[in-house]
């Protein structure tokens, strides 16, 4: 049977074997739901860069730069990390390139060596379990974390995909069995349990209470976010 595992930090990476498993990224606050919105929103791709000045380069290629650092639009960037920028498919058939302080730190980690790498996030958390549960491949999720540390909001996520995915995989890892019963105890109240989380405290301080709650969406969109070489598509099961 298929494995499944979680690791709760980038820092940790070198626990795991990536290779040939579908990895699962997972940044809820907020650059993997943000994408997810963004895909989900008409955007054509998005294509992740762990650095600033490699991701502003590539407005010069026509591309709609998306740069934040500890939660605030970078210099000279289009747009920041914000999930509600993409509604109302203002960008839809656009290119972004997107660097992020944690989430694509993490997606840089996992490149080269997965079979698939993909996005998670709560408003496709279905479609992400679905993609998954056809696939033969191990899988292994990603928490991005905050700056190499365990964050909440991540850890309640991966308890949430890993109940769904539980039929389909055997479960032996320590990891997915506490965060599966975390998810448990507070599934009825995500809002109110992630009130507590440092990260959910940082983002209000700076007024954007409305991304955390659009972030907490569930199972809104039907498509998972998947990386093909070296660029993120929006992909119906
Ligand atoms: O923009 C965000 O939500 C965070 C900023 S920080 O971690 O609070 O500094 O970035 P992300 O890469 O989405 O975790």
């Known amino acids: 049977m298929k494995k499944l595992e979680i690791c709760l930090s980038p820092e940790l990476v070198h626990l795991y074997d990536f290779n040939n498993k579908n990895i699962v990224i997972v940044d809820i606050f907020r650059a993997s739901s943000t994408m997810i919105v963004a895909l989900a929103n008409g955007v054509t791709s998005i294509t992740p860069f762990k650095n600033l000045g490699e991701c502003r380069e ?31 498919k203002k960008y839809a058939t656009k290119k972004i390139a997107m660097t992020t302080t944690n989430g694509t730190v993490a997606i840089q980690l996992a490149k080269g060596k997965a079979k698939n790498i993909l996005l998670g996030a709560f408003p496709n958390l279905k479609a992400t379990a679905d993609f998954l549960s056809a696939m033969s491949e191990d899988v292994i999720i990603l928490c991005a974390g905050w700056k190499g540390k365990f964050n909440l909001e991540d850890s309640l996520y991966a308890g949430a995909l890993t109940k769904e995915l539980k039929g389909n995989f055997k479960i032996e890892c320590d990891t997915a069995i506490a965060l599966e019963s975390l998810y448990d105890t507070h599934s009825k109240d995500i809002k109110g349990f992630l009130s507590q ?19 907490l969406s569930l199972n809104i969109y039907d498509l998972v976010g998947i990386l093909r070489e070296n660029e993120f598509f929006g992909e119906k099961n």
């Open 58 to 88: 590539m407005s010069k290629k026509g591309y709609i730069i998306a740069g934040e650092r500890n939660g605030l639009t970078a210099e000279g960037f289009e747009l920041g990390n914000s999930p509600l920028a993409f509604l109302e």
């Open 197 to 215: 989380a440092s990260h959910t405290k940082r983002l209000q301080n700076q007024n954007i209470e409305a991304d955390i709650d659009f972030c």
